[in-house]
């Protein structure tokens, strides 16, 4: 159970991840107008990629309930990846009759995710 110290370090990394995930999306939106969402895509991948680091380190650590784990997991890749958005698009992609669009997002995001994931912890074990 987290302490008022994590839930400090939880929301301090919860409002970085929320500016970063909208300062990506921003970004990313204005580089490429497409129908794709790129930009949850992004801030999606990259949320996979620091929490794949962060559980590996909480794993060589011997726990995952460090203050850097509720920091950098909890909080800053808890804001930063967004499955509600995420799920919201693929629904109105298939809502506007772009199926093949909506199943090739979904298992792309998918797929990335996951393999940044592992990408992360793999770098994390390296470094370490």
């Given at each position: ?15 970085v ?49 460090t ?21 919201r ?24 995710g ?15």
């Open positions: 159970m987290a302490g008022a110290d994590d839930w400090v370090l939880i929301l301090v990394g919860a409002a991840g929320a500016v970063a995930r909208y300062t990506i999306g921003a970004v990313v939106k204005s580089l490429w107008q497409t129908v794709i969402p790129w930009g949850t895509f992004t801030a999606n991948v990259l949320a996979a990629l620091v929490l794949g680091i962060a559980f590996q380190e909480g794993v060589a650590e011997g726990s995952e309930n203050r850097m784990h509720f920091l950098v997991a909890t909080g800053l890749c808890g804001a930063l990846s967004t499955w509600s958005t995420f799920a698009e693929v629904v109105t992609l298939q809502q506007q009759r772009r199926v093949k669009v909506a199943v090739w997002y979904l298992l792309l995001t998918s797929g990335a996951l393999g940044a994931s592992f990408a992360g912890a793999a770098l994390a074990q390296a470094l370490g």
